[in-house]
């Protein structure tokens, strides 16, 4: 194939791809989308209590009327946001902890370097169910309830891993490795330390080659 050809079928692939997403745009968000996707952003930069229906209201774009609809209360909507929120953490923490680490034992310990891109960013601004939970302090408050089941699901992978490296005692080993990550959230954003999970994934290194044979 020449140079020009090679060019040519570039072209021609690139303009069949635009007029294909042309044909098919992507679906535009609901307004519940856009109105969830606007309070996901503003609670974890502003914090829950600080960020109020009108501001969540006029950022989606919406109005406080078409908010309630979807809504019935602020505590509802704090609620549909972490779980969104949730969904979208545990998914990409786990594909990108996968991606770097091709066995359970290497996985134990790339899910320390999946957490230093998060705390890379440069939005990053904690835990959103760390904060939540401070915000809603009472351990019966729904949305604390809710951050402490995604604290056990976190740590439930994490078990899940350990016993598929073979770990000598699996629920030891994933809450040992569950805490120096929990620490390492909380110095990274509290003490600005954004090496934090690297010094916390040479710790949980020695942990993890005493645990797996």
């Given at each position: 194939?020449?140079?020009?050809?090679?060019v040519?079928?570039?072209l021609?692939?690139?303009?069949s791809?635009?007029?294909e997403k042309?044909?098919?745009p992507?679906?535009?968000?609901s307004?519940k989308?856009?109105i969830?996707s606007?309070a996901?952003?503003?609670f974890?930069q502003q914090?829950?209590?600080a960020t109020?229906?009108?501001?969540?209201?006029?950022?989606?774009?919406v109005?406080k009327?078409?908010l309630y609809?979807?809504?019935?209360s602020k505590d509802e909507?704090?609620?549909v946001?972490?779980?969104k929120?949730d969904?979208l953490?545990?998914n990409?923490?786990?594909?990108?902890?996968?991606?770097?680490g091709?066995?359970a034992?290497?996985?134990?310990?790339s899910i320390?370097d999946?957490?230093?891109?998060?705390f890379?960013?440069?939005?990053f601004?904690?835990c959103?169910?760390i904060?939540?939970?401070?915000?809603?302090?009472?351990?019966?408050?729904?949305?604390?309830v809710?951050?402490?089941?995604?604290?056990?699901l976190v740590?439930?992978?994490?078990?899940?891993?350990?016993?598929?490296a073979?770990?000598?005692d699996?629920?030891?080993?994933?809450r040992?490795?569950?805490l120096?990550l929990?620490?390492?959230?909380v110095?990274a954003?509290?003490?600005?330390?954004k090496?934090a999970?690297i010094f916390a994934?040479?710790m949980?290194?020695?942990?993890?080659?005493?645990?797996?044979n």
């Amino acid at each position: 194939m020449t140079q020009n050809t090679a060019v040519t079928t570039t072209l021609q692939a690139n303009t069949s791809v635009y007029l294909e997403k042309k044909r098919h745009p992507m679906p535009a968000l609901s307004k519940k989308e856009q109105i969830v996707s606007q309070a996901l952003s503003l609670f974890y930069q502003q914090g829950f209590n600080a960020t109020g229906v009108d501001n969540i209201a006029s950022e989606a774009k919406v109005s406080k009327k078409t908010l309630y609809n979807h809504f019935k209360s602020k505590d509802e909507l704090i609620l549909v946001t972490l779980r969104k929120r949730d969904e979208l953490f545990r998914n990409n923490i786990v594909r990108v902890t996968e991606r770097l680490g091709s066995t359970a034992k290497e996985r134990l310990l790339s899910i320390f370097d999946a957490h230093d891109k998060w705390f890379q960013e440069e939005d990053f601004s904690g835990c959103m169910f760390i904060n939540a939970s401070a915000e809603f302090s009472a351990s019966e408050h729904p949305s604390h309830v809710f951050c402490a089941e995604h604290k056990r699901l976190v740590r439930e992978y994490i078990h899940q891993l350990a016993e598929q490296a073979g770990a000598q005692d699996a629920d030891i080993l994933a809450r040992q490795l569950n805490l120096l990550l929990e620490g390492a959230i909380v110095d990274a954003h509290v003490s600005g330390n954004k090496d934090a999970a690297i010094f916390a994934k040479s710790m949980a290194t020695v942990l993890v080659n005493q645990a797996v044979n």
